[in-house]
């Protein structure tokens, strides 16, 4: 809970090729779920989940089925959310005609009404943001739900990026040689280097000795990371924090008869991708969208490197009402400093690393705690 991570990794074994292309598979990925219907896609205009809008589509219009609904939660009055022109040239650019926009004003606060309930009923979840689920399952079950979970983690950095980055002809400087070395070092060198990158990660109501444990966790984790990209992609699918928000969403939404699929991490997809770049990856993440997706998006979509902010969705006031009246308790004085914890909660931006806290304290402040 002081943490708010779930260290650890059980690999999956190595992505094997699969010499078809990528968008083919996805269509037989997402195939029984648009010819069942119905199907809707969570879009919030960002890459990743433009490109599962993109595909679903292309997908039921080559099986002639109904086009796939995307479904956005809104917030009126939080503008760093507000991805609106993004989304309505994805949307106009697919030509879709049915878009669900859902207005969920205090809907996705951790403490807010619906999240209150869920933690009565299920106890404490991770990531704390599951709690707000159930907002947007209960508007479109019983069905299907694509997200774009994985999508970072697929196409973004790694640890065999630099050697990527000079097989498609870029020029070394001195930055790619370091990186190349580092990429090379020995696993407790390169958890030595993770360990100390983290140090700028700050979490301050936490005591310091309880940080360094957990950095030096989350880089002994990513010191395993596998240097060939095929086995790397059984990596990221058997971290915990990617393995436990798969399984718990997945849990959630089967309570509204709603199956949540994430077809970014889907193996055969991966096999597709292995099956261009088996051993070195993508040289970038704009590379890889452009190569995978390029066909059926915009261009200023596949390029875009700006992202939406969400800490005002999940800790707003329902946050400061329980923080200003809390007594400390509930919480281990032996990992965090209940005077520290409560002023972040009340600052102008809390940390989303405080969030699965906020949720123990206001459990341990009820009588309605699952036993």
């Given amino acids: 809970m002081a943490w708010s991570w779930l260290p650890g990794v059980e690999p999956d074994a190595a992505v094997r090729a699969v010499p078809r292309d990528p968008l083919d598979v996805l269509t037989d990925v997402l195939a029984p779920h648009l010819i069942e219907g119905p199907c809707f896609v969570a879009f919030s205009g960002g890459r990743d989940s433009s490109a599962v809008l993109a595909a679903a589509v292309r997908a039921a219009r080559t099986l002639g089925a109904p086009d796939p609904v995307p479904v956005t939660l809104t917030y009126p009055g939080l503008p760093a959310t507000d991805e609106s022109d993004w989304q309505e040239l994805v949307v106009r650019h697919l030509g879709l005609t049915r878009w669900l926009r859902l207005d969920a004003t205090g809907q996705t606060e951790i403490l807010g009404p619906s999240a209150r309930e869920s933690l009565s009923r299920r106890g404490l979840l991770w990531p704390a943001t599951m709690h707000t689920k159930d907002f947007l399952l209960s508007?479109?079950?019983?069905?299907?739900?694509?997200?774009?979970?994985?999508?970072?983690?697929?196409?973004?950095?790694?640890?065999?990026?630099?050697?990527?980055?000079?097989?498609?002809?870029?020029?070394?400087?001195?930055?790619?040689?370091?990186?190349?070395?580092?990429?090379?070092?020995?696993?407790?060198?390169?958890?030595?280097?993770?360990?100390?990158?983290?140090?700028?990660?700050?979490?301050?109501?936490?005591?310091?000795?309880?940080?360094?444990?957990?950095?030096?966790?989350?880089?002994?984790?990513?010191?395993?990371?596998?240097?060939?990209?095929?086995?790397?992609?059984?990596?990221?699918?058997?971290?915990?924090?990617?393995?436990?928000?798969?399984?718990?969403?997945?849990?959630?939404?089967?309570?509204?008869?709603?199956?949540?699929?994430?077809?970014?991490?889907?193996?055969?997809?991966?096999?597709?991708?292995?099956?261009?770049?088996?051993?070195?990856?993508?040289?970038?993440?704009?590379?890889?969208?452009?190569?995978?997706?390029?066909?059926?998006?915009?261009?200023?979509?596949?390029?875009?490197?700006?992202?939406?902010?969400f800490n005002h969705a999940y800790l707003a006031d329902a946050t400061r009402t329980f923080a200003q009246q809390w007594d400390g308790s509930g919480v281990d004085e032996a990992l965090v400093d209940p005077a520290l914890l409560r002023a972040e909660w009340l600052a102008p931006t809390p940390s989303g690393l405080s969030s699965l806290l906020l949720q123990q304290a206001w459990l341990a402040s009820t009588s309605t705690s699952p036993r």
């Fill in 139 to 309: 508007r479109i079950g019983p069905g299907t739900l694509l997200t774009g979970e994985g999508g970072d983690e697929v196409f973004s950095a790694n640890r065999v990026r630099p050697f990527a980055e000079l097989a498609s002809h870029r020029r070394p400087d001195s930055d790619l040689a370091r990186r190349c070395a580092r990429a090379l070092l020995p696993r407790g060198a390169r958890a030595a280097r993770e360990a100390g990158a983290l140090a700028h990660v700050a979490q301050p109501w936490v005591h310091a000795e309880v940080q360094r444990d957990l950095h030096h966790r989350i880089a002994a984790d990513n010191a395993t990371e596998p240097l060939a990209w095929h086995r790397a992609l059984g990596w990221v699918r058997g971290r915990r924090v990617a393995s436990v928000l798969a399984a718990t969403h997945s849990a959630i939404g089967r309570e509204h008869g709603v199956d949540v699929v994430a077809p970014l991490l889907d193996r055969g997809f991966l096999g597709a991708l292995v099956a261009r770049h088996r051993t070195l990856g993508y040289p970038s993440r704009r590379a890889a969208m452009h190569e995978v997706f390029g066909s059926v998006l915009p261009r200023s979509v596949v390029e875009r490197t700006t992202k939406a902010y």
